[in-house]
Nanobody, 123 residues
């Protein structure tokens, strides 16, 4: 059974950093992404990565502050988040898929999802 499990969320002050991790059990996917849902808002794309070559893509709101990567040895996808601000407060979700697509930024591009991890940034 395929499972995606997020970890690393928590409470941090504005300007601080957090490192999320997504662990996939059961298989390795060709594409992974992080999405987030802030209170009262729709789920939105944050970052995506291709497992084969490490190609990445970021939402404009996090570009230059967040870094998505892959750890082949651990079969995990970390999301390093720096210079956090209160607008980054959200539940962060890991997503994965292997359908033929270079990268995906839409919810429908991903069939597998984790349960989410809460990130709260205080001002």
């Amino acid at each position: 059974q395929v499972q995606l499990v997020e970890s690393g969320g928590g409470l941090v002050q504005a300007g601080g950093s957090l490192r999320l991790s997504c662990a996939a059990s059961g298989r390795t996917f060709s594409r992974y992404a992080w999405f987030r849902r802030a209170p009262g808002k729709e789920r939105e794309f944050v970052a995506a990565i291709r497992w084969s070559d490490g190609s990445t893509y970021y939402a404009d709101s996090v570009k230059g502050r967040f870094t998505i990567s892959r750890d082949n040895a651990k079969n995990t996808v970390p999301l390093q988040m720096n210079s956090l601000n209160p607008e980054d407060t959200a539940v962060y979700y890991c997503a994965a898929d292997s359908r033929k697509l270079w990268l995906g930024i839409y919810i429908q591009n991903y069939n597998y999802w984790g349960q989410g991890t809460q990130v709260t940034v205080s001002s």
